[in-house]
């Protein structure tokens, strides 16, 4: 079970840094966060391979949000800085079928439970 932490309320302009403990048997999948904000679909934000490479972002949170992985840990993090009121939402770790997820929720084979951010303007 993946386990999801560090949400919380931040103002505008602020820093917020989420994580999530996967089992060890997703050491060799790749790690992504998705997000779903009130009445919306749950998109993909970001996500890393298994090695800890290759991140991809979503065009909302590039140049903003870094995803990193540490696999001593098994943990993968979401640094998110320069955060707006549009970056309010559930925010969900996923592990991936493969050694790299792509944007596609049909990628994924385990969720974790979500952690809400809350960004006021």
């Known amino acids: 079970q993946l386990q999801a932490s560090g949400g919380g309320s931040e103002q505008a302009g602020g820093p917020l840094r989420l994580s999530c403990t996967a089992p060890r048997t997703f050491s060799n999948n790749g790690l992504s966060w998705f997000r779903q904000a009130p009445g919306k679909e749950r998109e993909f934000v970001a996500g890393i391979g298994w090695s800890g490479g290759n991140p991809i972002y979503a065009d909302s949170v590039k140049g903003r949000f870094t995803i990193s992985r540490d696999r001593a840990r098994n943990t993968v993090y979401l640094q998110m800085n320069s955060l707006k009121p549009e970056d309010t939402a559930v925010y969900y770790c996923?592990?991936?079928?493969?050694?790299?997820?792509?944007?596609?929720?049909?990628?994924?084979?385990?969720w974790g439970q979500g952690t809400l951010v809350t960004v006021s303007s």
């Open positions: 996923a592990a991936a079928r493969k050694a790299f997820g792509g944007r596609d929720r049909s990628d994924y084979t385990s």
